[in-house]
């Protein structure tokens, strides 16, 4: 199977296309230092900029963060996995070439099965948008560039890409803070957990 592939290509410290629900994106195995620097250099992606961390789980979440808000679990049931990245303070677990000397880490959980399929084949990956820095991000498969696809050893395909940007809300702070606005909104999040109380 081609996830099957996916997840060899990742444990072996390669690169691989997959597509989320907003636009495709590169991947390497967070836990691989090398892999990941090679994906920095791939996308041209300045090496101050840290990386969000791809993850299947709550559980997953809860081992690379602290200090949660009591409502986590209520708003990853309501909203992942889907176009949601979350933000929260960084447990000692995350690798120092992922949050770059930040306190702070992103959570995405997208929702395409193949993908889903493929993170929880090594439970935490990396995965910024597979373009190379300063170009739009591939809403099609179409659209990867061939320096993208040259340096990766598998891309998978999937025609429900939507591309709309993801909805980045911070909860690091007294008051949840939308970062950017994107496929979700925040009347959403306030509706589905109301215990947030009220988002800046």
Partial sequence: ????AAINVLKSGELAILPTETVYGLFADATNEAAVKK?????GRPTEKALNMNVSSLETILKYSK?????LETLVKAFLPGPLTIILEASENVPEWIHIGKSTVGFRMPSIPATQEVIQGLSVLVGPSANLTGEPSPRFFEDLSPEILENASI???DDS????DTTIID???EKAKILRQ?????????????????IE
């Fill in 39 to 43: 994906l920095y250099a791939v996308k």
């Fill in 171 to 173: 909860l690091t702070g």
């Fill in 182 to 198: 994107g496929a979700i909104k925040s009347s959403e999040i306030l509706d589905a957990v109301p215990e947030i109380g009220t």
């Fill in 155 to 157: 891309a998978l395909k």
């Fill in 1 to 4: 199977m081609e996830t099957q």
């Fill in 67 to 71: 200090n949660q808000p009591a409502y």
């Fill in 161 to 164: 890409v939507y591309g709309l």
